[in-house]
């Protein structure tokens, strides 16, 4: 079975760069089927998808995002990363790494990231 | 931009049907997957690609898709499926989800 989980800083700063790593268990991020997500969900909000990567590096953002948005992924630690530059108050969310890129049956529980000073 | 629109609220009795419906521009040409969000949880995939089940996810959920309209159903509504329930779809490399609906079982 499949398990994402998330990390990384619960406040970040405005103007600073917000980064989270997802960890995978039980299956290898270098799979030639899967793709793996980024999504976030504003608090007491919807979701909105952020991007995703595939394992040779190769990615898709959310137009609304691309220029703020680098998601790299490091296949010896069987990780992949999300980073967001200028951050703001406006991408205070819970953020979800998933596995997929048009369905998602696999979330990670989701980490709270706060925007403040 | 592809946009999908959902009702804010549906609320049922239990053991009744509840239909959550999902539209946005020609949506019946594109597949759709349906997502259940407990207060405090990941969301859960029910319906990917318009129809199928994934594992585990019972039998009373089911899906469709035609026109500009897809459609949740839950059959036998029960009291654990109270939930925010998403739809989201994918258009040319884009991935958007509804807004959600709140379903209520009362």
């Known amino acids: 079975q499949v398990q994402l989980q998330e990390s990384g800083p619960g406040l970040v700063k405005p103007s600073q760069t917000l980064s989270l790593t997802c960890t995978v268990s039980?299956?290898?991020?270098?799979?030639?089927?899967?793709?793996w997500s980024w999504i976030r969900q504003h608090p007491g909000k919807g979701l909105e998808w952020i991007g995703y990567?595939?394992?040779?590096?190769?990615?898709y953002y959310n137009p609304s995002l691309k220029s703020r948005v680098t998601m790299s992924v490091d296949t010896s630690k069987n990780q992949f990363s999300l980073k967001l530059t200028s951050v703001t108050a406006a991408d205070t969310a819970v953020y979800y790494c998933?596995?997929?890129?048009?369905?998602?049956?696999?979330w990670g529980q989701g980490t709270l990231v706060t925007v403040s000073s | 931009s592809f946009e999908l629109t959902q009702p804010p609220s549906v609320s049922v009795s239990p053991g009744q049907t509840a239909t959550i419906t999902c539209s946005g521009d020609?949506?019946?040409?594109?597949?759709v997957c349906w997502y259940q969000q407990q207060p405090g949880q990941s969301p859960v995939m029910v319906i990917y690609?318009?129809?199928k089940r994934p594992s585990g996810i019972p039998e009373r959920f089911s899906g469709s898709n035609s026109g500009s309209t897809a459609t949740l159903t839950v059959s036998g509504t029960q009291a654990m499926d109270e939930a925010d329930y998403y739809c989201?779809?994918?258009?040319?490399?884009?991935?958007?989800f509804g807004g959600g609906t709140q379903l209520t079982v009362l």
């Open positions: 998933a596995r997929g890129a048009y369905h998602y049956p696999y």
């Open positions: 039980g299956g290898s991020i270098s799979n030639d089927n899967y793709y």
């Open positions: 990567i595939y394992y040779s590096g190769s990615t």
């Open positions: 020609k949506l019946g040409d594109k597949y």
């Open positions: 690609e318009n129809t």
């Open positions: 989201q779809a994918w258009d040319s490399s884009t991935v958007v």
